[in-house]
């Protein structure tokens, strides 16, 4: 289970409470998020968060695995698969991306300012703060809330969501353009081997909006697709009780034989 920015492995809790049940379970937190150290100096950037996933993965001795992933943990857990497609099991997509876009909400753009975004991000937590109700449509109760932040409480601690902000690549002259580009160029191997795709999506996400649901049909054209018109981008707080379900049948083999998708409204 790959986490986002600014969540960290807490937003998968309910799922590793299910799905242990029958699997093993790795939630992972990134370097610089949730429970995992937090240096100042470190390059928080994507290739490096995909290196220390697969470490992890190798110093666990995993070598075959199904993935959930979620925000940042698309790129990051599709960077890591794309390079053994063969590993993959099946996987879980919620409303994340591995792909280029130039699409960026203002909101996110302004934390990338200089200076002006690095004071909002890290000085006046205005990046975790405010995700905790607008990644959401239904509120939080005010314990959860608490926790998605309770890593992120000065400014030393919010240094990686600051990292994840600035690690937008845009446009070629990024220095993470080149590692989103492999991988994207290894979503069409993993595509080839038509694993099992479980999408379930959060349609009021600000960020990660109807496009990306779209271009993900595009590209596991065999997936299994679930929309979710009232649910936000934090989309397992928002439509729990309906993705359970659907998690549960997925892992046990009953969803895989044969594709459905629905469609956002025109």
Same mark, same amino acid.
């Given at each position: 289970?790959?986490?986002?920015?600014?969540?960290?492995? *807490?937003?998968?809790?309910?799922?590793?409470?299910?799905? #242990?049940?029958?699997?093993?379970?790795?939630?992972?937190? !990134?370097?610089?998020?949730?429970? #995992?150290?937090?240096?100042?100096?470190?390059?928080?950037?994507?290739?490096?968060?995909?290196?220390?996933?697969?470490?992890?993965?190798?110093?666990?001795?995993?070598?075959?695995?199904?993935?959930? =992933?979620?925000?940042?943990?698309?790129?990051? %857990?599709? +960077?890591?698969? +794309?390079?053994?497609?063969?590993?993959?099991?099946?996987?879980?997509?919620?409303?994340?991306?591995?792909?280029?876009?130039?699409?960026?909400?203002?909101?996110?753009?302004?934390?990338?300012?200089?200076?002006?975004?690095?004071?909002?991000?890290? +000085?006046? &937590?205005?990046?975790?703060?405010?995700?905790? /109700?607008?990644?959401?449509?239904?509120?939080?109760?005010?314990? =959860?809330?608490?926790?998605?932040?309770?890593?992120?409480?000065?400014?030393?601690?919010?240094?990686?969501?600051? +990292? /994840?902000?600035?690690?937008?690549?845009?446009?070629?002259?990024?220095?993470?353009?080149?590692?989103?580009?492999?991988?994207?160029? %290894?979503?069409?191997?993993?595509?080839?081997?038509?694993?099992?795709?479980?999408?379930c999506w %959060? %349609?009021?996400?600000?960020?990660?909006?109807? !496009?990306? *649901?779209?271009?993900?049909?595009?590209?596991?054209? !065999?997936?299994?697709?679930? *929309?979710?018109?009232?649910?936000?981008? *934090?989309?397992?707080?928002?439509?729990?009780?309906?993705?359970?379900?659907?998690?549960?049948?997925?892992?046990s083999g009953?969803?895989? #034989? #044969?594709?459905?998708? &629905?469609?956002?409204?025109?």
């Amino acid at each position: 289970m790959v986490h986002g920015n600014p969540t960290w492995s *807490y937003y998968y809790r309910h799922l590793v409470t299910l799905l #242990s049940r029958t699997n093993r379970v790795v939630a992972v937190d !990134h370097l610089g998020c949730g429970l #995992s150290d937090k240096p100042q100096n470190y390059p928080y950037q994507l290739k490096n968060h995909i290196d220390n996933l697969q470490a992890l993965l190798t110093q666990l001795q995993i070598t075959s695995y199904s993935m959930i =992933v979620h925000d940042w943990g698309g790129a990051i %857990g599709l +960077g890591v698969a +794309g390079k053994t497609p063969q590993a993959l099991e099946k996987l879980v997509i919620l409303n994340t991306a591995a792909f280029r876009s130039q699409r960026i909400p203002w909101r996110i753009q302004l934390c990338r300012w200089p200076f002006i975004g690095k004071l909002l991000v890290r +000085g006046l &937590n205005g990046f975790a703060g405010p995700a905790v /109700f607008m990644a959401v449509t239904r509120r939080l109760r005010p314990e =959860v809330a608490q926790a998605y932040l309770a890593p992120y409480d000065c400014w030393d601690n919010r240094v990686a969501v600051d +990292g /994840f902000v600035r690690d937008i690549p845009l446009n070629s002259t990024h220095p993470s353009y080149e590692t989103l580009v492999r991988v994207e160029e %290894g979503l069409q191997a993993l595509a080839d081997r038509d694993i099992p795709v479980l999408v379930c999506w %959060g %349609g009021r996400d600000f960020c990660f909006n109807d !496009h990306f *649901y779209l271009e993900w049909q595009k590209r596991f054209p !065999h997936a299994q697709c679930h *929309y979710f018109k009232e649910a936000g981008h *934090y989309v397992l707080e928002d439509a729990l009780p309906v993705i359970r379900p659907l998690l549960e049948d997925f892992f046990s083999g009953v969803s895989g #034989s #044969s594709a459905k998708c &629905n469609q956002p409204a025109q």
